[in-house]
Structures are given as C-alpha cells and as structure tokens.
C-alpha cells in the first residue's frame, strides 16, 4: 500500500480507494487512474475486477496501460469539463454541489425557479435538502459509486427546501474534478412538479404521527407494535392489515409477522424461502417500494403462498436498511384491487418508518 500510494497521483488516490472498497464488497468494479512511472513522467492505468461466479471465494480482474487510449481524447477532456460547468443556459433545473461535503455550489435560474431558491441560500443548502426521503438510500448508493461509474441516469424523487413543491424527474448525475475540486452536477430532465399536502392536512398528519410514536414508545412486543399501527389513523380506512418481514438474506428465509382480520389465526414468526419473495425482488431491482395492484395477476410465489389465500388483492411494500443490507419490508394489505396504485409513497413513508424505529427497538430488546 506503501508503494501504491506513493506512485499514486494524489488527487486519483480517492478513485483507487474507493474502488478497493467494493472489491471488499464483491461488487464488479473498474476505474482509470494516473500513476508516477520510472520515467518521472505519468502513465494512466485502468483497473476492473469481479467475483468469480463459479468460485465466489475469487476476485479476479486485470490492470491495463491506456496511454494510448488517453492520449487520443485527452485534448476533449477539459473542453467537456468547462461545458459540463456551464450550467446557465440550460432550460431545466441543473445543480452543481461539492462531492466531500454534498453542499450546493449553483443553481441555474431554471433550478432556483423551480424549486424557489434563493442565491443567498446556497451556502446553507445541501443535497439532502432537495431529494425525498423515501429516496435516501437510493441517493447515497449512486453517490458511493459515482467516482467510477462517473455518471448515473435514472427517474429520481425531489423536494422544495421548504417541502412544499415535490418534483419527480428524469435525473442525470455526473461526477467531475474541476481544478482539483470533486464536483457533482445533477440535472433534471422534463420534471413533473405538484404541490405538497395542504397545510391543514400536514397539520393532522403531523398529530397523529406525534400520537403514533407516542402509543409506540416502549412497546417491546411485536404483536402490540404492529397492531398500535394498525388502529393509527395514518392507516386506518386505507389498509386491512399490515404484514412484517424479517428479512434474513444470508440464511435464505424470511419471517413473517402479521395484523389485521385476514392474518386472523396465522402462526406468529411464520418463515418462507427468501427466494420468490417481495424482499428478493426490491433487492434485485433497488427498489424504494414496490406496489402490486392485483396479487391474482401476480407470478410471485409468495403473493400466491401468503396473500391470496387470504384475500389480499393490493398491497405497498417499503425496505429499510441496517449498514446497507436489507433487514425489514413493510407491507401495507388490502382487501380491494389497486387500493394504492397512483399514491404518491410519502403518504406512508412517515408512518412505516416510525414503525421501523420500533421494530428496531424491539430487536434490540430481544438481543438484550
């Protein structure tokens, strides 16, 4: 490591890092860097590496000289770099925010305009002032990758400072060193904005959210946490039960606990294969929910094997997350078809999760 950093640019040492680090996590990687070489000069080098699939014990990857490859788009590169920075032409919101800190840098007038910003407010704003919640987890993934991948494209969930307009938008991220500063730009693409919940409405559900993790606090029983969740206004009328998996992805199982009259009389920690389950498919596709519309056109296993027998026709289902590993899905279950298709999923983001703070709680009472 002695040599490797010493041969290391300094500005690149960040990428070598951070692609060790998802070595550590087995996770197929690849990333070009500029190194000392003998000549005093400097050479370039890629590095990629993967598990080996038949023998996972096994990363395997290759280390290549691209001075050749280099030397044929290097006169691209800065003139790409000041296009990228030039951000107030554009018609739709752009970012820029510093990639250590995450605090934004600019906005161009499409950006302050459609999510009201004020110049004077850039130095006290941060990206986490501007996406959804739900969406938290999503962010930081793409974030932690963003050195190597350099850009990432995909529909995203946004918010105003002030919470009061949600944006959802066709994002392009993409990752930039500008004179030694490692940049962010993050571009929305056609978004499509609407106003948040009335005041008077915020107002209630902030009641009964405050009344929620009052009637929650020190409950150490699981039956008691999900069925305090159930007679919560926050579900109530929407829901007929509320379904907890303890996601167990190592030992391939999942544990299933139940509230509601369609779970009456199911057996309490009930366990299924964790493949074919909901948690199986929101990891494969890093899902921020899911929602099933009509379990009776479903070709998942468990919607046949636990919902349909009891006549749960549509549900919501949102992940939660210990050191990045799926651990928890939430599941909210109807009795009617399409019960939450076209619902906006932070209408039950603040309920589930204070939900998860209390199965969370009850976890650590069973390993005390």
């Known amino acids: 490591m002695g040599y490797r950093n010493d041969r290391l640019l ?29 000549d005093d000069g400097v050479s370039w080098l890629k590095l990629t590496g993967a598990v080996n699939r038949r023998d996972p014990a096994y990363y395997y990857g290759f ?7 280099v030397s044929v788009i290097k006169g691209y590169l800065d003139v790409d770099l000041e296009l990228e920075l030039m951000v107030e032409d554009a018609d739709n919101p752009v970012f820029i925010f510093d990639y250590n800190h995450l605090d934004l840098v600019t906005a161009n007038p499409s950006a302050r305009k459609t999510f009201g910003i004020e110049e004077a407010e850039f130095t006290k704003l941060f990206l986490n002032d501007f996406y959804r919640h739900s969406t938290r987890q999503a962010f930081e993934e793409i974030i932690k990758t963003l050195p190597l991948s350099r850009k990432w494209s995909g529909k995203l969930k946004f918010q105003s400072t002030d919470k009061r307009i949600m944006v959802n938008a066709e994002t392009i991220i993409r990752y930039m060193v500008h004179k030694g500063r490692r940049l962010l730009r993050v571009s929305l693409q056609n978004p499509e904005t609407k106003k948040a919940l009335k005041s008077e409405e915020t107002g209630a559900n902030t009641r009964d959210m405050a009344e929620l993790e009052k009637n929650l606090s020190g409950l150490a029983d699981i039956d008691e946490i999900m069925e305090t969740c159930l007679e919560s206004p926050l579900v109530s009328g929407r829901c007929e039960g509320i379904v907890f998996s303890d ?53 998942k296993p468990i919607d046949w094997a636990l919902f349909v027998p009891r006549g749960i026709r549509s549900y919501f289902a949102m992940p939660f997350y210990s050191r990045t ?29 204070t939900m998860n703070t209390a199965i969370r709680s009850w976890r650590r009472h069973l390993s005390s």
């Open 325 to 353: 590993v799926l651990r928890t899905v939430l599941i909210l279950c109807s009795t009617a078809p399409g019960r939450f298709s076209g619902k906006d999923p932070e209408e039950f983001t603040g309920m589930l999760e």
């Open 63 to 69: 280390l290549l000289n691209v001075d050749d490859t």
């Open 10 to 38: 300094p500005e690149d040492q960040h990428l070598v890092e951070t692609f060790m680090s998802m070595v550590k996590e087995g996770k197929t990687a690849a990333t070009v860097f500029r190194v000392r070489n003998r």
């Open 247 to 299: 996601v167990h992805v190592r030992k391939n199982l999942v544990a299933v606990y139940s509230a509601g009259q369609p779970f009456a009389g199911m057996k309490r920690a009930e366990t299924f294969s964790y493949n074919g389950t909901i948690a199986e498919d929101i990891n494969r596709y890093t899902l921020d929910y899911l929602v099933v519309d009509d379990t009776q056109d479903s070709i």
